[in-house]
């Protein structure tokens, strides 16, 4: 099993997350079970084999969740070198081609937000930012195309 790298803020909120569709979608599914299976016959209740079907989704989410918190580590920033672009890294990029400029958070897979700037190291951007430093210029292929970045801001 692959150890699953976290922020504190990161680990916290899928450890709600699980709580949540544990108490409460499982709680809601099976109301809508029951109320499906008041209406009679259940070889022919649609609702009986959708709310079955929204069951059996939730558990598996639950069970892939708890596999992944079972391996969870909290990164410990204070051994993570300040001056190379790694996870937990805030930089500063901008575009060569447009002379935009982005700020992003490079952050794990389960903790990528995009309209909060976090993006992920496995994204086409994480990955060619990975190992980086401050004034680095990289080509990174996305699908767009090849994009030429350089790096103007790195910190923690």
Do not use: W
């Amino acid at each position: 099993m692959a150890i699953s790298y976290f922020s504190a803020e990161g680990l916290k909120k899928l450890q709600e997350e699980v709580h949540n569709l544990k108490v409460h979608e499982r709680a809601r599914i099976a109301g809508a079970i029951s109320e499906a299976r008041e209406k009679g016959d259940l070889s022919e209740n649609a609702e009986y084999e959708a709310a079955k079907e929204a069951q059996g989704l939730l558990e598996i989410k639950i069970s892939k969740m708890e596999e992944i918190l079972s391996s969870a580590r909290i990164m410990d920033e204070s051994k993570i070198d300040a001056n190379k672009i790694l996870v937990l890294s805030k930089v500063k990029i901008k575009n060569l081609s447009n002379e935009q400029t982005m700020n992003y958070t490079l952050v794990t897979e389960t903790e990528a937000d995009m309209k909060a700037g976090k993006i992920s190291v496995n994204s086409p951007i994480g990955k060619g930012l990975l190992g980086k430093s401050l004034g680095d210029t990289v080509e990174i292929t996305v699908p767009s195309g090849k994009i030429k970045f350089e790096v103007m801001e790195v910190s923690r």
